[in-house]
C-alpha cells in the first residue's frame, strides 16, 4: 500500500519543493500528514481525496495554498491546524465526519475563505444547516456549491483558476532564468513543438506528394481511357459508316437494277409501239371485206360469163331461125 512520503517524491518527479505549484496525493493511504513540509511554499493546490485522513495534525505552513480538496476522508476535527494557509479560498471537507457547527469555529480565522463544502457531512442534517453556517463565516460567498440566495455557483473561478495559474507561471519562469518550457509551454504561452509532429508533416507531405502524382497518373490513365474510348468510338462510327454504305450501295444496285428493268421495259413497249404502227386492227377487216367484194365479183363475172354463154344458144337458135 503506498504511503503519503513515496507518493509525494513521485509527484515531485525530481523537481525541489520550492517550484511545485500543484500536488495531487489522492488515494494515497494515510491516517495523518506525513512527508509533507513547509518547503513548498509556492504550493497553490493540493489535492488529498479519498486517502484516510482521521486528523489533519502535522498539516505545514503554505503561505500561497489557495485550494483544498479533502473529501472523503474521516476527519472530525482539528481544523485549527490549517490556520498556516492564509490564501486558502477553497476548501471541500464533503464525506468526513463533521457533525456540528462548533467543529466550523476554526474557519473564521481564515479570511480569504469564500467557498465551503460540506456536501455528505452530518452537520447537513441540522435544522437551518445553511444559514447557520452563512452566519459563522461571514466571509463565506459559497456553501455545497450555492450562494445565500441559492443561487448556483458559476464557472467564473475556474477562468480565474486560469488567470492564477498564468501568475504562478511567471513566478516559476522568475526563479528558474534558464527554465524554457514550463508543463509543455514556454514564457509567452507557447505550446512546445514535438519532433514527432514535424516528423508525421513531413510523411504527410511526402504522402501527399505521392498522392499528386498518383493523381496525375490517375487523371493520365482517366485521358487515356477516354480516348481510347474516343477511339472505340470511332471504330464504331467507321463501321456503322460502312455498314451504311453497303446498305446504300445494296439499295442503290437494287435501285439501279429496278431502273434497269424499268428502261428496259418501257425500251420494249417503245420498241412494239413502233412494230405496231403498220398494224391497224381495221385494215384486217378492209382486207376481208375486200376479198369478199372480190369473190362477190367473181362470181358475178362467171355469172355474167354463164349467162352469156347460155344466152349463145338463144343467139344461135335465133340464127338457125
Not at 498539516?59 to 482539528?78: A, C, H, Q, T, V
Not at 490517375?218 to 480516348?227: A, C, F, R, T, V
Request: charged content about 45%; hydrophobic content about 20%.
Amino acid at each position: 500500500m503506498e504511503n503519503m512520503e513515496k507518493r509525494i517524491e513521485l509527484e515531485k518527479r525530481g523537481r525541489p519543493a520550492e517550484e511545485i505549484l500543484d500536488l495531487n496525493l489522492d488515494n494515497c493511504r494515510s491516517t495523518q500528514i506525513s512527508g509533507l513540509t513547509d518547503d513548498f511554499k509556492v504550493l497553490e493546490s493540493l489535492s488529498l481525496i479519498n486517502v484516510g485522513l482521521t486528523t489533519l495534525k502535522g498539516f505545514p505552513n503554505l503561505p500561497n495554498l489557495k485550494k483544498l480538496e479533502l473529501s472523503d476522508n474521516r476527519i472530525s476535527n482539528g481544523l485549527h491546524f490549517l490556520h498556516g494557509c492564509p490564501k486558502l479560498s477553497y476548501l471541500n471537507l464533503s464525506g468526513n465526519k463533521i457533525k456540528d457547527l462548533e467543529t466550523l469555529e476554526p474557519l473564521k480565522k481564515l479570511p480569504a475563505l469564500s467557498n465551503l463544502d460540506l456536501f455528505n457531512c452530518e452537520v447537513t442534517n441540522l435544522e437551518n444547516y445553511r444559514e447557520k453556517v452563512f452566519e459563522t463565516l461571514d466571509g463565506l460567498q459559497f456553501l455545497d456549491g450555492y450562494d445565500r440566495n441559492d443561487q448556483e455557483q458559476e464557472d467564473d473561478e475556474d477562468d480565474d483558476d486560469d488567470d492564477e495559474g498564468a501568475g504562478e507561471s511567471e513566478k516559476v519562469f522568475e526563479t528558474l532564468d534558464g527554465l524554457q518550457f514550463l508543463d509543455g509551454y514556454d514564457r509567452n504561452d507557447q505550446e512546445q513543438e514535438d519532433d514527432e509532429d514535424d516528423d508525421d508533416d513531413d510523411e504527410g507531405a511526402g504522402e501527399n506528394g505521392n498522392g499528386e502524382c498518383s493523381e496525375e497518373s490517375d487523371e493520365e490513365e482517366g485521358n487515356g481511357e477516354l480516348e481510347e474510348d474516343d477511339d472505340e468510338d470511332d471504330d464504331d462510327d467507321d463501321e456503322d459508316g460502312e455498314d451504311d454504305d453497303d446498305d446504300d450501295d445494296d439499295e442503290g444496285e437494287e435501285q439501279n437494277d429496278t431502273e434497269i428493268g424499268l428502261s428496259y421495259l418501257q425500251k420494249s413497249g417503245l420498241e412494239e409501239d413502233s412494230e405496231g404502227e403498220d398494224f391497224e386492227p381495221g385494215d384486217d377487216e378492209e382486207d376481208d371485206d375486200d376479198d369478199e367484194d372480190e369473190d362477190l365479183e367473181g362470181e358475178a363475172n362467171e355469172g355474167e360469163s354463164r349467162g352469156v354463154k347460155r344466152k349463145k344458144p338463144d343467139d344461135d337458135e335465133d340464127e338457125a331461125d
